[in-house]
T-cell receptor, first 113, second 113 residues
Framework: NAGVTQTPKFQVLKTGQSMTLQCAQDMNHEYMSWYRQDPGMGLRLIHY???????DQGEVPNGYNVSRSTTEDFPLRLLSAAPSQTSVYFC????????????FGDGTRLSIL | AQKVTQAQTEISVVEKEDVTLDCVYETRDTTYYLFWYKQPPSGELVFLIR??????QNEISGRYSWNFQKSTSSFNFTITASQVVDSAVYFCALSEGSRKLSFGAGTTVTVRA
């Protein structure tokens, strides 16, 4: 069972570069989301999607874009990387009900120089 | 305002001691869900338990137990007879009607042999 797959696992960028973090799930989950994890701050929601073609902002959306063209994929785009975006990024998916636990990918460790 | 507060930043115990992790949440919804996740040193996020706002029955699962009290807005987690493998960061999270998950800052548990 693949579950939630994130690529790449590690990435180093220079300030101003753009890149896309990939997230794919094979559980046919409607709900997908992106979080960033910073020391002492837990996980903070960046963007989320309740289904294909529908996305919305979370707590810290600035500097990031998302799209959801299929149920399976939910890529996160950094438009112009900044050192403040150095973080560990987690993608998650779940069934649409809010009582369902989210399944997380293994994370992408991103460093912006 | 922080919706989920984990006041303990770090806890260090000797193996076989009990560990209780505190979680206090804030919500105006009458229907909500609470979760505990574990993040071992390898970095993945592992779902441990879910509780809904209508179920205050406490639960024991092996060495883990949970104490949910609506009157004090608390959802505490206890590890009995801790083991080195319990060393991890533990996150409490709240899901309200919007399905967005709000995480606490996490408590780092270190179990020494």
């Amino acid at each position: 069972n693949a579950g939630v797959t994130q690529t790449p696992k590690f990435q180093v960028l220079k300030t101003g570069q753009s890149m896309t973090l990939q997230c794919a799930q094979d559980m046919n989950h409607e709900y997908m989301s992106w979080y960033r994890q910073d020391p002492g701050m837990g996980l903070r929601l960046i963007h989320y999607s309740v289904g294909a073609g529908i996305t919305d902002q979370g707590e810290v959306p600035n500097g990031y874009n998302v799209s959801r063209s299929t149920t399976e994929d939910f890529p996160l785009r950094l438009l112009s990387a900044a050192p403040s975006q150095t973080s560990v990024y987690f993608c998650a998916s779940s069934w649409s009900n809010s009582n369902q636990p989210q399944h997380f990918g293994d994370g992408t460790r991103l460093s912006i120089l | 305002a922080q919706k989920v507060t984990q006041a303990q930043t770090e806890i260090s115990v000797v193996e076989k001691e009990d560990v209780t992790l505190d979680c206090v949440y804030e919500t105006r919804d009458t229907t909500y869900y609470l979760f505990w996740y574990k993040q071992p040193p390898s970095g993945e996020l592992v779902f441990l338990i879910r509780r809904n706002s209508f179920d205050e029955q406490n639960e024991i699962s092996g060495r883990y137990s949970w104490n949910f009290q609506k009157s004090t807005s608390s959802f505490n987690f206890t590890i009995t007879a801790s083991q080195v493998v319990d060393s991890a960061v533990y996150f409490c999270a709240l899901s309200e009607g919007s399905r967005k998950l709000s995480f606490g800052a996490g408590t780092t548990v270190t179990v020494r042999a």
